[in-house]
T-cell receptor, first 111, second 113 residues
Framework: LAKTTQPISMDSYEGQEVNITCSHN???????ITWYQQFPSQGPRFIIQ???TKVTNEVASLFIPADRKSSTLSLPRVSLSDTAVYYC????????????FGQGTELSVKP | DVKVTQSSRYLVKRTGEKVFLECVQD?????MFWYRQDPGLGLRLIYF???????EKGDIPEGYSVSREKKERFSLILESASTNQTSMYLC????????????FGPGTRLTVT
């Protein structure tokens, strides 16, 4: 299963765009890339998932280059409420979707 | 909305006690998972189950067992609790066709003294 590497922490200001990059050099052909958000004292929450190129939803965008060895989560115009830990996951199959959570990136948004 | 509930938010147990952590999901999901979360280590998968009475070991199964007698309920068992099992325990569930989107419960903070 592919391991992921992402920055431990990032700082930003309200209204800025935040890009968090995740490295996953050993990603397998059938692996998906999934991002989760976790607030203190809560379980993680699914944000976005992709396989290749670009995926966008109402919360974020996910950019995946052709070699799929990395991915970038983009949060447009962050607010204070986006302060959380963001996890990049790679993996999953039709037998339970075994995923590996890395250490996550602690994003701090300042006013 | 999918709801995943866990039996306790906070639990304090003594070393050597048998501990049961219960998780229930209400969306008829096939897959259920148990993770533990520790500072600096992120979430680590303990066990998962893709069907009733089926279970698979995750990355750190030692010292734990699980039970899934009904589709909606997945239990984590610490046969003899130890202080190094003090942690936040998170349960999750997912649909079989969308295994990558997991729905998490609020977590149980277990302290073993």
């Amino acid at each position: 299963l592919a391991k992921t590497t992402q920055p431990i922490s990032m700082d930003s200001y309200e209204g800025q765009e935040v890009n968090i990059t995740c490295s996953h050099n050993n990603i397998a052909t059938n692996d998906y890339i999934t991002w989760y958000q976790q607030f203190p004292s809560q379980g993680p929450r699914f944000i976005i998932q992709g396989y290749k190129t670009k995926v966008t939803n109402e919360v974020a965008s996910l950019f995946i280059p052709a070699d799929r060895k990395s991915s970038t989560l983009s949060l447009p115009r962050v607010s204070l409420s986006d302060t959380a830990v963001y996890y990049c996951l790679v993996g999953g199959d039709n037998q339970g979707g075994k995923l590996i959570f890395g250490q996550g990136t602690e994003l701090s948004v300042k006013p | 909305d999918v709801k995943v509930t866990q039996s306790s938010r906070y639990l304090v147990k003594r070393t050597g006690e048998k501990v049961f952590l219960e998780c229930v999901q209400d969306m008829d999901h096939e897959n259920m998972f148990w993770y533990r979360q520790d500072p600096g280590l992120g979430l680590r998968l303990i066990y998962f189950s893709y069907d009733v009475k089926m279970k698979e070991k995750g990355d750190i199964p030692e010292g734990y067992s699980v039970s899934r007698e009904k589709k909606e309920r997945f239990s984590l068992i610490l046969e003899s609790a130890s202080t190094n099992q003090t942690s936040m325990y998170l349960c999750a569930s997912s649909l079989s066709d969308f295994a990558y989107e997991q729905y998490f419960g609020p977590g149980t903070r277990l302290t073993v003294t």
